[in-house]
């Protein structure tokens, strides 16, 4: 489904990425590890088109998404959703959650007009958030009621991979193993998940295969 080739990227002198290729699969939760600073976002960057890489390339359904000499395709990149460490910092502090979904829904034309609400409904359940939150604003959220609107932003957009960067790192034991109980849910048997995490035994857990972010190379290791 989703490959990397080759991949190379600098950022001045510093060597992140040296040729390194990967293979993600439809059904697969797969696992990147490695130490802080090895490169583990700057990858999800790259797949997520806000980084250039400055040779290799990245193939969605055997077709190019961006490489050396091509552009990030937005439109088919949208194929790829992240969720960040720190998922407050992607929602507008001055605009309620109920505005930023529905926002979201008419840019992307997610439902035909006059069923944005029932989409949003139906979006909530899903993450498991009661209504009442559309009105508040980000400041007014906990950490874990923040985590699962980044993930119904995610979701909305109906991702073949969705990218966890650390995305349950400053939460609680139980709310992150609840956060990657309903993601393993609500995963098809055409979407993937890539999840970033310092945490070994996390991705032993739940990962069916992993990969390993070492001296600007990606290792493939059993989980």
Not at 2 to 8: K, N, Q, S, V
Not at 80 to 102: K, N, T, Y
Request: proline share 4%; aromatic share 4%.
């Amino acid at each position: 489904m989703i490959r990397g080739e080759h991949l190379t990227k600098h950022y001045g002198k510093q060597c992140i990425l040296e040729n390194a290729g990967f293979s993600i699969l439809p059904g697969e939760i797969i696992g990147l590890t490695g130490a802080s600073g090895s490169g583990k976002s700057t990858l999800a960057r790259l797949l997520c088109g806000l980084e250039k890489p400055e040779a290799g390339r990245i193939l969605l359904d055997d077709t190019v998404l961006v490489s050396e000499t091509q552009t990030y395709d937005r439109k088919r990149g949208l194929a790829i959703q992240p969720v960040w460490q720190q998922p407050a910092a992607s929602l507008d502090p001055v605009q309620r959650v109920g505005s930023g979904l529905r926002e979201l829904i008419r840019c992307h034309k997610l439902a035909p007009k006059g069923q944005e609400a029932q989409r949003i409904h139906a979006i909530l359940q899903d993450v498991g958030l009661d209504e009442e939150i559309l009105g508040h604003f980000p400041h007014q959220v906990s950490g874990g009621e923040a985590q699962r609107i980044a993930l119904a932003r995610a979701l909305l957009l109906k991702p073949r991979l969705l990218i966890l960067d650390e995305a349950t790192s400053m939460l609680d034991v139980t709310t992150q193993a609840n956060i990657l109980a309903l993601v393993k849910s609500l995963m098809t048997q055409d979407s993937a998940v890539l999840l970033i995490s310092h945490d070994a035994e996390l991705v032993q857990y739940i990962c069916s295969r992993q990969y390993v972010l070492e001296d600007h190379q990606l290792w493939e290791v059993q989980p």
